[in-house]
């Protein structure tokens, strides 16, 4: 099966380990697409019908979720920019409050944080990456700075960069186990755990945005949102993870999940899945207003008994995570292409996935052990606490010193065909199923060659 559908994983030579970037798109989906494409061109014969069901059932499945809590987004940062307008609107959330990500996190999870503290004036707070000598993990710094002051937990599951494993499990714990917002007093952030910035003052917003229906204006009332139950807003991004590494939303119990089809789901671009927690769907509002996630909408005849009254449209948003999806009709292409993908990645199991790519980095992180300097030290380091999928190397001091570093042997092993990416200054190494242990001889072998020997200067 694996084969069959990646046949161009061989093609020219290349050793392809950027998954992480975006994955090979397997040949049946290829063909999918290809065929959905060539109905639009005689749209009169029929396109493919409107797979957003399928996709909630199976992405669903894929997290332990019911398919009611299952909305799109065309990206994760659009997904979160949700989240932060839907937030930026909270009438309970308090000034100096925190938002905790993590050092050079994912943009897409960072950057609409930074708009909503500028417009609440609350605090940003970056924690450090751990010592790749130590034992201490990302966990480890986070847990102690979650608190009674804390609005928001953003994080990923498996950092993008590195590939470490974020303990969202311990990282859940502390955020649920919170007691009343009530009862909280201020406690400045430990400086030895995080980085803080705090965003210039700038007026609150109006708490919520009128709401047309039946052709009356109603305000919403006050949403119960998580300050109200004592704990911070715990928001996932599990882009680097979902098809490669099992999450459990039922285990977890965030708030929102996002994950961008393109890489571990082997999707095309263009879409991001949300998982929204059930208690949302009837205080938040996507942020496009249109037809299309209204009761009624999806009537086949909605558009030919013409659905405008005197009032205008119907505004009653549909049941479910529903009322977040986005504009416009579904997607006759991508939407039957991902939804078939997510049938292959249920088949292969996330489960599967991980142990295969899991011997290939213990693999690849045993190599690299062997490699040294001329001077005996290490050529190359990683985290210790890596998943399987992705492996972060950086040029120990001692190579850089020799005048090595990750943009320097980026740009060497591309010319020898081996494609992966640089990323915060190291060499990011992410395997698949169609991915081998000749992978990884091939990648070691160009990764030694670049260490000088003994009296000589580096080769890049």
């Not at 659009?78 to 050079?104: D, F, G, T, W, Y």
């Not at 078939?340 to 690849?364: F, I, M, N, S």
């Given at each position: 099966?694996?084969?069959?559908?990646?046949?161009?994983?061989r093609a020219d030579g290349v050793v392809y380990l950027n998954t992480a970037g975006m994955s090979l798109l397997p040949n049946s989906i290829l063909a999918l697409?290809?065929?959905?494409?060539?109905?639009?061109?005689?749209?009169?014969?029929?396109?493919?019908?409107?797979?957003?069901?399928?996709i909630r059932e199976r992405y669903g499945k894929l997290i332990n979720s019911p398919p009611t809590n299952i909305t799109f987004s065309q990206s994760t940062a659009?997904?979160?920019?949700?989240?932060?307008?839907?937030?930026?609107?909270?009438?309970?959330?308090?000034?100096?409050?925190?938002?905790?990500?993590?050092?050079?996190?994912?943009?897409?999870?960072?950057v609409p944080w930074q708009r909503l503290c500028r417009l609440r004036q609350l605090r940003l707070v970056v924690i450090p990456e751990p010592p790749l000598d130590?034992?201490?993990?990302?966990?480890?710094?986070?847990?102690?700075?979650?608190?009674?002051?804390?609005?928001?937990?953003?994080?990923?599951?498996?950092?993008?960069?590195?590939?470490?494993?974020?303990?969202?499990?311990?990282?859940?714990?502390?955020?649920?186990?919170?007691?009343?917002?009530?009862?909280?007093?201020?406690?400045?952030?430990?400086?030895?755990?995080?980085?803080?910035?705090?965003?210039?003052?700038?007026?609150?917003?109006?708490?919520?945005?009128?709401?047309?229906?039946?052709?009356?204006?109603?305000?919403?009332?006050?949403?119960?949102?998580?300050?109200?139950?004592?704990?911070?807003?715990?928001?996932?991004?599990?882009?680097?993870?979902?098809?490669?590494?099992?999450?459990?939303?039922?285990?977890?119990?965030?708030?929102?999940?996002?994950?961008?089809?393109?890489?571990?789901?082997?999707?095309?671009?263009?879409?991001?899945?949300?998982?929204?927690?059930?208690?949302?769907?009837?205080?938040?509002?996507?942020?496009?207003?249109?037809?299309?996630?209204?009761?009624?909408?999806?009537?086949?005849?909605?558009?030919?008994?013409?659905?405008?009254?005197?009032?205008?449209?119907?505004?009653?948003?549909?049941?479910?995570?529903?009322?977040?999806?986005?504009?416009?009709?579904?997607?006759?292409?991508?939407?039957?292409?991902?939804?078939?993908?997510?049938?292959?990645?249920?088949?292969?199991?996330?489960?599967?996935?991980?142990?295969?790519?899991?011997?290939?980095?213990?693999?690849?992180?045993?190599?690299?052990?062997?490699?040294?300097?001329?001077?005996?030290?290490?050529?190359?380091?990683?985290?210790?606490?890596?998943?399987?999928?992705?492996?972060?190397?950086?040029?120990?001091?001692?190579?850089?010193?020799?005048?090595?570093?990750?943009?320097?042997?980026?740009?060497?092993?591309?010319?020898?065909?081996?494609?992966?990416?640089?990323?915060?200054?190291?060499?990011?190494?992410?395997?698949?199923?169609?991915?081998?242990?000749?992978?990884?001889?091939?990648?070691?072998?160009?990764?030694?060659?670049?260490?000088?020997?003994?009296?000589?200067?580096?080769?890049?």
């Open positions: 099966l694996i084969e069959g559908e990646f046949a161009s994983a697409g290809e065929d959905a494409l060539r109905r639009k061109a005689t749209p009169w014969k029929g396109l493919y019908g409107d797979a957003s069901g399928l659009h997904a979160m920019s949700m989240v932060a307008h839907n937030l930026a609107a909270e009438p309970s959330l308090r000034p100096n409050s925190k938002v905790i990500v993590l050092a050079q996190q994912m943009a897409s999870n960072v130590s034992a201490e993990s990302w966990a480890d710094r986070i847990v102690p700075v979650i608190d009674g002051d804390t609005a928001l937990v953003a994080l990923p599951a498996v950092h993008w960069c590195t590939g470490a494993r974020v303990d969202l499990t311990r990282v859940s714990a502390a955020i649920h186990r919170l007691g009343s917002p009530s009862s909280r007093a201020a406690s400045p952030t430990s400086p030895a755990a995080a980085t803080t910035h705090t965003a210039s003052t700038a007026p609150p917003p109006a708490a919520h945005e009128a709401d047309q229906s039946a052709g009356s204006i109603r305000r919403s009332p006050p949403s119960a949102t998580s300050f109200s139950r004592g704990r911070p807003l715990f928001v996932i991004d599990g882009t680097q993870s979902i098809g490669a590494d099992p999450l459990d939303v039922a285990a977890l119990k965030p708030d929102v999940v996002t994950c961008s089809v393109q890489k571990w789901l082997c999707s095309p671009y263009g879409a991001s899945l949300v998982y929204v927690a059930p208690w949302l769907h009837g205080q938040w509002v996507g942020l496009e207003h249109h037809e299309r996630n209204r009761a009624g909408s999806d009537h086949p005849d909605y558009d030919a008994v013409g659905a405008m009254g005197a009032t205008g449209y119907p505004d009653v948003y549909m049941d479910g995570a529903r009322r977040f999806d986005p504009a416009g009709r579904p997607n006759p292409v991508t939407l039957p292409m991902i939804a078939a993908a997510l049938g292959l990645v249920l088949k292969w199991t996330p489960e599967a996935v991980q142990r295969h790519c899991a011997g290939l980095a213990g693999l690849l992180r045993t190599e690299l052990g062997s490699i040294r300097t001329a001077d005996g030290h290490l050529a190359y380091v990683w985290d210790p606490h890596g998943c399987g999928h992705i492996v972060g190397i950086r040029p120990s001091a001692a190579l850089q010193r020799a005048g090595v570093t990750a943009l320097t042997l980026g740009k060497e092993l591309a010319a020898q065909s081996i494609v992966l990416s640089v990323r915060a200054m190291g060499l990011r190494v992410s395997f698949w199923l169609y991915n081998d242990a000749e992978d990884v001889a091939r990648l070691v072998k160009a990764l030694r060659a670049a260490v000088p020997t003994h009296g000589a200067t580096a080769r890049l």
